[in-house]
């Protein structure tokens, strides 16, 4: 996604090279939102509350430094772009440079939404310019481009902008006439890479017109292990369909050409290779070279860059060209099987179990349940008061037995990513009692994965797995009982699969608008002024027993935010803000786990602050112990004018009294199951609901 913007030149004249030729092409195709900042900052705004951008003195680009003494409290300087046009694709290329401790965002920001969508980010100093390269994919609404520069308070911090280019392409493309090379980067050798030519092979010219293209020669190498490798930007929105480029070759016998794609775990998988001499029908006589079209299925379901790599087996290896480099989302053949989407394995069993099924033989012994609100027993993780799996309970409770959950076929040559939660609870011994496994729907045969070998008790605990097979499976989720003794029950919640590799993410950036404080306070604050103590940022129990949760909802290992009764008097409150929130004339929605177990518990209150009022509005509240489980609440607002949300607990008549409050967050439009608004949610009994 972001590259050095030098291939196969000093620095000084690629940055020639670069502002000469940006400033030539840069009207040819140019989309709303494109400014190549000549003296002036085109359709984009600057927010007067932020920092000051300036002009460099050769007017060529915007920059901001480390903020004055006179601004030391402003942290940024903001740039808001006009709506971006409509397109069913698009590309954004922003050339910039950061200095010192600098860092550069950009957001999309939508009518009705209270929190700007991050696209990408960059942090890293550079002593040159960069490319980044976005893709914009079609939206059904209008959008605003926001730039922001962070310049920090160090010394040297700097942020520059050399231009914002948007056009109706993707990123992969590219025909190699503009300066830039599309964000193409040559990963350097110092033997073999790829370079800028032109013209017609053996003569002035390497094609028919004067237009440029990337070739590799083997006279540059100098041992038979150089390998050339041009990189495309990464990817940074889901796309599958047809690559499609043009190459050519002499000395074919003495060179391999090959295709790959490489994710961000560095991982090659090869997409097409060139045809030996034997199998390749073209005449490749010098007198007779001709460009070849190539056609191959590309699917990108997470961030992935295409590699073209050539290698050399013999100093006089020839040379490949490489040129007009395009993308479809159709596919090459109508006979390509479509990209399997994953989300059949997807289940958090409110509704039913899904796709996923049992033996018949073997009779149902997982069992769907739903566990009404109490102080013993723990209700699911969707919710707090929906359904899960139970295997090993009291209803199926017998030894000597195995509880079997298959999933629907998922397609091999793929790297899967599986989620799911699960919960041990009873008093029974529990070691592995549960186990995933690989089923290979062809040979009948099933390899384990993964087995449970922790022992914390009534907390949903996530897995996260990393599935990689070239063969089509199943997955299995198996829950065994040897004997009376060693059956502690287990449940089983929201499974999810997805494609890519769990340890990476699907997309640059984690949601603004999503707060799960495993990263800290995602830009909430504590009121110092209304209130007597602050909220407390944990992971696991609280201090105080029979109080507070044993972990947090996310992970059932992460961070949680919570008051601690014992260091407060009975009434006292702790106030947490929220950013400034930009509001809507459409109804928002705010969805929350809250956590309030203890025989002292106070009260949980959502107000909505704003300078239209004088006094905070009160959203949402609960009063009392509701039970052991984190529950979701749901509260659906509107203000057209910026405001805030506060999170207000009040601290109840004893130490058990432990409120808690996790993964926060804001959505556009009315919540679809809005909890009624300003009411007592009553604690009912134990008792388990079987379907």
């Known amino acids: 996604m972001e590259r050095s913007v030098y291939c196969c030149f000093t620095p000084e004249k690629m940055m020639n090279y670069l502002l000469l030729g940006l400033l030539a092409a840069f009207q040819a195709d140019a989309l709303p939102g494109s400014c190549s900042f000549e003296g002036n900052t085109c359709d984009y705004i600057a927010d007067p509350a932020g920092l000051s951008w300036t002009f460099s003195s ?74 980044a390269s976005i893709d914009l994919q079609n939206s059904t609404e209008p959008y605003k481009i926001v730039i922001e520069g962070r310049p920090a308070s ?104 090959s295709v790959y794609s490489r994710d961000r775990a560095g991982q090659y ?20 070279q001709v460009w070849i079209p190539v056609q191959v299925a590309l699917r990108a ?17 020839g040379r490949v060209l490489l040129d007009n480099i395009s993308f479809s989302p159709e596919f090459c053949s109508a006979e390509t099987e479509p990209t399997f989407d994953p989300k059949v394995a997807n289940c958090d069993f409110e509704l039913g179990i899904c796709q996923y099924t049992q033996n018949p033989e073997d009779g149902e012994m997982w069992k769907r349940v739903s566990v009404q609100p109490n102080i013993y027993r723990i209700g699911d993780h969707t919710t707090g008061t929906g359904s899960f799996l139970l295997a090993n309970s009291r209803f199926t409770l017998q030894s000597g037995y195995v509880s079997q959950l298959y999933g629907p076929p998922l397609p091999g040559n793929q790297k899967y990513c599986l989620r799911f939660f699960y919960s041990l609870r009873g008093f029974s011994k529990t070691d592995q009692a549960l186990a995933v496994y690989l089923y290979d729907t062809a040979s009948a045969k099933q390899d384990k994965i993964w087995t449970q070998t922790g ?17 089509a499976i199943q997955l299995v989720f198996i829950s065994t009982c040897k004997s009376f003794w060693t059956c502690g029950s287990v449940g089983l919640d929201d499974i999810s699969v997805r494609l890519g590799d769990c340890e990476l993410p699907l ?9 799960n404080f495993e990263t800290g306070l995602c830009g909430y604050t504590q009121d110092k002024q209304g209130d007597e103590a602050d909220w407390v940022l944990v992971r696991g129990p609280t201090p105080t027993s029979y109080t507070g949760p044993k972990g947090d909802h996310t992970t059932g290992a992460g961070h949680y935010l919570h008051i601690e009764a014992s260091l407060m008097l009975p009434g006292h409150r702790a106030r947490l803000v929220s950013s400034l929130l930009r509001g809507s004339r459409g109804p928002q929605c705010l969805l929350f786990f809250y956590h309030m177990y203890g025989s002292g518990t106070g009260q949980l209150s959502i107000l909505l602050r704003s300078d239209l009022q004088e006094k905070d509005r009160l959203l949402w509240v609960r009063n009392g112990e509701q039970g052991i489980s984190w529950f979701r609440a749901s509260v659906s607002y509107q203000l057209d004018h910026q405001h805030q949300i506060v999170f207000e607990a009040t601290r109840g008549p004893s130490i058990r009294s432990d409120i808690a409050i996790d993964d926060i967050i804001f959505q556009k439009g009315p919540c679809k199951d809005a909890d009624q608004q300003i009411s007592h949610f009553s604690l009912f009994g134990d008792q388990n609901i079987i379907e």
Not at 305 to 314: G, I, L, T
């Open 507 to 515: 997309g640059p950036l984690p949601v603004p608008s999503y707060c």
């Open 455 to 471: 022992q914390t008790r009534d907390v949903w605990i996530q897995v996260e797995l990393t599935i990689q097979s070239q063969k």
């Open 58 to 131: 050769t007017g060529h680009f915007i920059t901001v430094d480390e903020s004055p003494h006179d601004e030391q409290k402003k942290e940024k300087a903001v740039l808001v772009g006009p709506e971006v046009a409509q397109q069913d694709w698009s590309c954004l290329r922003l050339v910039y440079q950061l200095t010192g401790s600098a860092s550069l965002q950009l957001l999309r920001r939508s009518e009705g939404e209270s929190f700007d969508y991050m696209l990408w980010s960059a942090h890293s100093p550079s002593e040159s310019w960069h490319i």
């Open 269 to 288: 998988q090869e997409l097409w290779k060139a045809d030996l001499p034997e199998s390749n029908h073209v005449d490749w006589r010098a007198e007779t």
């Open 301 to 317: 379901p997470y961030p992935m860059e295409v590699v073209f790599e050539a290698s050399f087996n013999s100093l006089k290896g």
């Open 154 to 257: 160090s010394e040297g911090s700097s942020v520059s902008i050399f231009e914002v280019a948007i056009s109706d392409k993707y990123c992969i493309e590219c025909d190699f006439e503009e300066s830039h090379l599309c964000g193409y980067t040559n990963q350097w050798n110092s033997n073999m890479n790829w370079y800028v030519g032109r013209g017609v092979p053996n003569e002035a010219t390497y094609s028919d017109g004067p237009g440029q293209y990337m070739y590799v020669d083997s006279v540059h190498a100098k041992t038979l292990q150089d390998v050339a490798k041009l990189v495309t930007p990464m990817t940074t929105v889901p796309m599958s369909g047809c690559l499609s480029f043009q190459y050519q070759q002499d000395h074919v016998e003495g060179h391999l050409f």
